[in-house]
């Protein structure tokens, strides 16, 4: 910590003492109110998790399956049924357990810490034990723990990028008292610090005014507690199509009792095989299929270092039209580096984010460039903070451009109306050099540069501007005198050249920007740069950049006029956080699914208002994170990519589960309700059900979850966000698809029961069918374009394990007498059998013809 020679204000109504609040009195406004910290949003309990997932419709309908079960008596029906629900319910804890206490980590290591002055003696506290009216002493690195009145200060410049998004920093100039009007993050000479920003430079005294939700960082959290998200498409199609089954099954189940009544006059049994009808029906498999494949999305995400704090998200995302993204910190790495040296029109070099780039190495600058650089190390702190000064000293160390053996004797302050930094330095041969850098023009009123030279300056900056760089004028001179003039101004400086800044892309991101493009998703960066430099770095990045609308521009729009033109515009520049919301609100409006990227507080209110809210974990912020859906933990912008091709993956298959579960719901409704209609025994009895259910369920969740990607998974446009789940050639399919079923199925019931084979013979020939075309239907549906011969040899080790117990369990029902008998269920013989899978075998080949018919892309 650098001890601050500033001096502290006597004490007065509106300042306080030099000897800062007293114990107590900080004590007494912390309990008045409460910590410094930021609004909790969304803290999910492992209480309120449970109480989330178990009032949903669909767990709901699941669970009262079960007590029908149990009505009726059968136990190991309703515990098979209660065992799916429980365990459903308890992977949705255990993920998003983790997930949470994940956040709660990364929460603990960004909580900063304070230094502050009570009862005259410097303390180093907590960030969330700072009151309003502390004395907080600031230095160089120093992480601002609440917004404050900055009273004394020495040349202070904040790196406020979290709040505006401004990469460059900001100077501060102090007062004992605030402006009179409001004052926002991101100007210049404002006496007030903010919370969460950095102190690049410079050092001093401030008054905290405000904490906790009462900072300018805690506003725009309270603001992203406000907005509701929307819920995810996916569960609100789920739930209508869960509604629907169930009033089928229940009409059916109707259909069965009264043709059983009517026809046989038997209500008491008609009831029976209404009721075994309608639990045969019941669409268990959705709220399984759903918890499971959004789960199961989470895992994999987890092992990309993706992070998911909301699964349902993965599917949205899976359909996102329009990709928002910050670009300070997103796109590009927040990092300073040295783009170009420039001594005049003659001797330039481009450098690039390292010297490497330099033709014959770094120590092949030309001499008068390694003198500029030299000379701009000077000119910079000794301990640089500042992002530039950073980039200046990492350079010179690889060119050997920086001045050793100099010693500083004077360092002359950064005026508003001079914004430069001036040192003195003297050699080791005794001679003093000043070195200065800065403002362009504040470099050539230095340097007494005449109009002509001034002009030519001004023409190199606005080019070098125009591609994307940050410009700085250096300038030198030697002393003739054993002592550093008073000013600055009187110093007799020469301009030596320019040197520009760019703040380099994250690697990769052209690649995951054309991956982007090819999936049919538009990029939109939505910055507060310059709008030179933005459509400078959306043209690096690949981003479509012809128009580019700034926020002066956006704020004399309403929002149908901003509705159509953000259709057309894919870089926003000079854009406040406010802004960002309108535009991400604007394209919801125009029926875009956003996802929106970001790292600061800024984006925090996008991000929550969003579809699909990105956050990066390694450098966003707590409300940024909190906001979010997804959490990039390695800050890799490429893991949005596999996050879009993994959330198309889950509703592909998704889509194929459902087709599955809507077909082979069909044989088994077929197998149930003919017998009653003529007048035979049932064949699906309650246990054969269970039996049913503990293969289809697997089969629908597990294995149709693992699935590979389809071909063009990430060469096809997104679907239509307000396309059903259950489309219409989904429909067709799975009806298409059960009819057949319903064929062989029943086919293979009526040559047994036309044969005069006892009824349990009937009913064992009848179920194993129904098993072997289970089968046949969820090969059939691995995949919507694969060959048959590719449906056989796609790696899938869990359907084979499925296939594989399935044919265990059914060997131990067939040969083991006592089993057989306990399910009522006849020996089978060998040709018996073999028709069984023969008619499996031809029911395949049919479907295979289906899938031809049928334009499967539509369902997707």
Known sequence: MRHIHSPIPEPGADSPSRRG???????????????????????????????????????????????????????????????????????????????????????????????????????????????????????????????????????????????????????????????????????????????????????????????????????????????????????????????GFAIVGLSLSAIAVLLYGLLRGAWLQGLLGGIALGMSMLPEEFPLVLTVFMVMGAWRLSRSQVLTRRPAAIETLGAATVLCTDKTGTLTRNLMSVEWLERDAQCTAAVGADASRVSGGPRALHSSLRELLATSVLASRPEAVDPMDRALARLAREVDGSAGGAELVRGYPWLPELPALVQVWRRADGVLAAAAKGAPEAIATLCRLDAAAAQSMRARVEELARRGMRVLAVASAALESDAAPERARDLPLRFEGLIGFVDPLREGIPTAVRECRSAGIRVVMITGDHPVTARAIAAQAGIEHENVMTGTELASLDDQSLLQRAASVSVFARITPEQKLRIVSALKASGEVVAMTGDGVNDAPALRSAHIGIAMGQRGTDVAREASSLVLLDDDFNSIVRAVRLGRRIYDNLVKAVGYILAIHLPIAGLALLPIALGRPLVLTPMLIAILELIIDPLCSVVLEAERDERDVMTRPPRDPDSALLSRPLLVTGFLQGGLAILAVCGVFLYAALRGLPAEEVRSMGFLTLVCANYALILANRSFSASPLAILTRPNPSLWISVAAAGGALAAIFLIPQVRGFLHLGPLRGGQLLLCIATAAVLLGALELVKLAVPRAATR
Do not use: H, W
């Open 21 to 243: 609040l007293s114990g107590r009195e900080a004590a007494q406004r912390l309990r008045a109110e409460g910590p410094n910290a930021l609004p909790e949003l969304d803290r999910r309990t492992a209480l309120r998790i449970v109480a989330d997932v178990v009032r949903e419709p669909m767990f709901a309908l699941l669970l009262g399956a079960g007590v029908l079960y149990l009505l009726i008596g059968s136990r190991g029906e309703a515990l098979v049924l209660f065992a799916f629900a429980s365990f459903s319910v308890a992977i949705a804890i255990i993920q998003e357990g983790r997930s949470e206490r994940v956040l709660e980590a990364l929460r603990d290591l960004t909580s900063p810490r304070a230094l502050v002055i009570r009862d005259g003696e410097q303390m180093r506290i907590p960030g969330r034990d700072v009151v309003r009216g502390d004395l907080l002493a600031l230095a160089e690195g120093d992480r601002v723990p609440a917004d404050a009145l900055l009273i004394s200060g020495d040349d202070v410049q904040a790196d406020e990028s979290l709040l505006t998004g401004e990469s460059v920093p900001v100077r501060k100039r102090a007062s004992l008292a605030p402006p009179a009007a409001e004052a926002v993050p991101g100007g210049d000479d404002l006496p007030l610090v903010f919370s969460g920003t950095l102190i690049v430079t410079g050092g001093g005294l401030a008054v905290v005014t405000a904490t906790g939700a009462r900072s300018e960082i805690g506003k725009i959290g309270y603001a992203v507690t406000r907005i509701k998200p929307e819920p995810p498409r996916l569960q609100v199609q789920t739930r209508g199509f869960v509604t």
